[in-house]
């Protein structure tokens, strides 16, 4: 977890945020999920693989829950899931915090099956706290921030 604390932000390429598009369009209106594989490059993490997971929920369009196989990835590394409902839009919930186990969590706000808002939380140890996610596109050295509702 000690990576979780050095890490200032994720860059998503669009190829990989085309595929979350996807996994989250297909499984909406319940809600999905899986990682990001990630390497570090200084204070950054990049996503590199997208790993899709399905949801073994009892209730999928209110939570997402995944059973741990062997695709999830190595550290570093970022667990993401979907928001489909207006009522928990794109912040963690109490749910969420009580029952994510990795450092590094991104939500997805698609209300309607395409997603409108990125937000990336990393656990510390006080708590939860916001970085940026930004897009792989454009100036490397100012990468664009994706959208994100508050």
Same mark, same amino acid.
């Given at each position: 977890?000690?990576?979780a604390r050095r890490t200032r932000s994720l860059t998503i390429p ?7 598009? =996807?996994?989250?369009? =297909?499984?909406?209106?319940?809600? =999905? &999920? &899986? ?91 006080? &708590? ?9 596109? &454009?100036?490397? =050295? ?9």
């Amino acid at each position: 977890m000690l990576f979780a604390r050095r890490t200032r932000s994720l860059t998503i390429p669009d190829e990989l945020r085309d595929s979350i598009a =996807a996994n989250i369009a =297909a499984n909406h209106p319940h809600e =999905a &999920g &899986g990682y990001l594989a990630c390497v570090r490059r200084d204070d950054r993490l990049y996503a590199t693989e997208h790993v899709p997971l399905e949801n073994v929920a009892t209730e999928p369009r209110r939570r997402f829950v995944a059973t741990a196989t062997d695709r999830v990835p190595p550290e570093p590394r970022v667990f993401y899931h979907s928001h489909t409902s207006a009522s928990t839009p794109s912040g963690l919930t109490g749910v969420d915090r009580r029952n994510i186990h990795d450092p590094l969590a991104m939500v997805v706000f698609a209300p309607h099956g395409e997603p409108y808002s990125y937000r990336l939380f990393r656990l510390g140890l006080l &708590g939860w706290r916001e970085m940026p996610v930004t897009t792989a596109d &454009g100036d490397p =050295a100012e990468p664009a921030r994706l959208p994100r509702l508050v």
